[in-house]
């Protein structure tokens, strides 16, 4: 048989929609399949209320199998003990190698470590507002409304990047127009010196000339000129971006206080990882503390606050030096240290 080292993990997706939003499908979907690949993809719910209603479409588009649970009691949801039933039953059919479990409900804490005690690998997946039990559970937490914010962050700048370029296509059209009518005009004005020594011009050509200018002057003012990044547009645009991402790094609505105390425990881990994994000069390879980080801190996640990589993210913290890889000396790795105080 071969081993998971061979093979993609094999994940089993369980969704409690009484706890998700169908816009979440999408990014949830991603996340696993950056891990391995969906083995089971069931959702739990109610599906003779109505207000589960939004999640039909979704499903049919992603072959997700929905999972009858009524609601003996009013207001009392019945569908954690059905994820919890169909869970065990897939652990001990052998099948999967993990689970990522849909929900921001702490009834499944104590599900999330039975499935870890039993070796497997749990990805937990909720909104901020999960409680820390659940989170610490987990092998890994995403926080689906922080992604799903930074992705639409990203298809907006994707939509101004387009509309620049179609500016940019537009302006410089309107440029070469602009040269050729010059052109044409200063062959005009040459071809008429040299007949206006044999002959007086005749006044309609004067006339012609005058509408021709006349004619183009309109189509060049109309155009809108492109702005420059100095510009007063381009300010206002640099602001909009900053703003979106201020939105997606802001963590459920934090206290600055609350937020300083939460990257201090980020820098704690990390100075702690180096401590522990570093070499004599203090220095420790940047996979080794993205691996550690991940076991250490389950809800990290450097697109929490507005980055795609590590790496990045840990030069905006200014505590930490990087030994860059360098093709003279064959080294590959990004090495980083704690960065000695002046």
């Given at each position: 048989m071969a081993s998971t080292l061979e093979r993609d993990l094999r994940f089993a997706i369980l969704i409690d929609a009484d706890n998700i939003a169908p816009k979440y499908i999408k990014i949830i979907l991603d996340e696993v399949s950056n891990l391995g690949i969906a083995t089971?993809?069931?959702i739990y719910g109610d599906w003779t209320s109505q207000r589960l209603?939004?999640?039909?479409?979704?499903?049919?588009e992603n072959s997700i199998i929905p999972m009858q649970q009524y609601s003996y009691t009013y207001g009392k949801s019945s569908t954690d003990s059905a994820m919890i039933i169909d869970a065990m039953d897939?652990?001990?059919s052998g099948h999967v190698d993990g689970f990522a479990i849909v929900s921001?409900?702490?009834?499944?804490t104590r599900l999330a470590a039975r499935l870890r005690e039993s070796g497997m690998q749990v990805i937990g997946m909720g909104e901020q507002k999960t409680p820390e039990p659940f989170i610490s559970a987990c092998n890994?937490?995403?926080y689906l409304d922080l992604l799903y914010a930074a992705r639409k962050a990203e298809e907006a700048d994707a939509d101004d990047t387009d509309a620049d370029d179609a500016s940019e296509a537009s302006a410089q059209k309107q440029k070469r127009r602009k040269?050729?009518?010059?052109?044409?005009?200063?062959?005009?004005?040459?071809?008429?010196a040299d007949e206006s020594a044999e002959e007086p011009e005749p006044e309609s050509d004067a006339s012609d000339l005058a509408q021709a200018e006349d004619s183009s002057a309109p189509e060049v003012s109309e155009q809108r000129p492109r702005r420059r990044p100095g510009d007063a547009?381009?300010?206002?645009?640099?602001t909009e971006e900053t703003q979106a991402t201020a939105e997606v790094i802001d963590f459920a609505e934090m206290s600055r206080a609350a937020r300083r105390n939460h990257m201090k425990r980020i820098r704690t881990t990390v100075n702690a990882i180096i401590d522990k994994f570093s070499d004599d000069e203090g220095w420790v390879a940047l996979g080794r503390v993205g691996d550690e980080l991940s076991k250490r801190l389950p809800d990290f996640d450097v697109r929490n606050y507005g980055f795609k990589k590590l790496r990045p993210f840990l030069k905006s913290l200014g505590v930490y030096e990087f030994d860059e890889p360098d093709a003279a000396s064959g080294q590959r790795q990004i090495y980083l240290r704690l960065r000695e105080e002046d």
């Open positions: 089971y993809k069931r209603m939004s999640w039909k479409g979704v499903l049919l897939i652990l001990y921001s409900d702490s009834d499944f890994q937490f995403k040269k050729t009518v010059k052109k044409r005009e200063r062959q005009g004005i040459a071809a008429n547009g381009g300010e206002a645009r640099a």
